[in-house]
Nanobody, 129 residues
Framework: QVQPVESGGGLVQAGDSLRLSCVVS????????VGWFRQAPGKEREFVAS????????DISESVKGRFTISRRNSKNMAFLQMISLKPEDTAVYYC??????????????????????WGQGTQVTVSS
């Protein structure tokens, strides 16, 4: 059973930083691309960032580029979303997702929610103004 579990969310003020973590169960994490998505109340779930199985390739949404960074540590079965200069519009539930993509580093098809096989339950990020 592959199960992503997110952590690190919370209530912060505008301009603050947060680092979200995602740990994925199983022994094949190093074969998976990982994506971060978010969903604000009343809105569709939207792509935030993705990273290839080796970490060689990343893709960041234009809406957060320059403020959010995605990374991973395969030895720990973990992926991270570092967020700086947070804004109230970043308020959402943030989800981690995974899909086995080895050996491809191509992330061009990884912005849609249907590209991923496994999803976490989400972690709430609230940014006050």
């Amino acid at each position: 059973q592959v199960q992503p579990v997110e952590s690190g969310g919370g209530l912060v003020q505008a301009g603050d930083s947060l680092r979200l973590s995602c740990v994925v169960s199983g022994d094949k994490f190093n074969l998976y691309a990982v994506g971060w998505f978010r969903q604000a109340p009343g809105k569709e779930r939207e792509f935030v960032a993705s990273i290839s199985w080796s970490g060689r390739t990343t893709d960041i949404s234009e809406s957060v580029k320059g403020r959010f960074t995605i990374s991973r540590r395969n030895s720990k079965n973990m992926a991270f979303l570092q967020m700086i200069s947070l804004k109230p519009e970043d308020t959402a539930v943030y989800y981690c997702a995974a899909k086995e993509t080895f050996p491809s580093h191509d992330l061009s098809g990884m912005r849609g929610t249907d590209a991923y096989d496994w999803w976490g339950q989400g972690t709430q990020v609230t940014v006050s103004s």
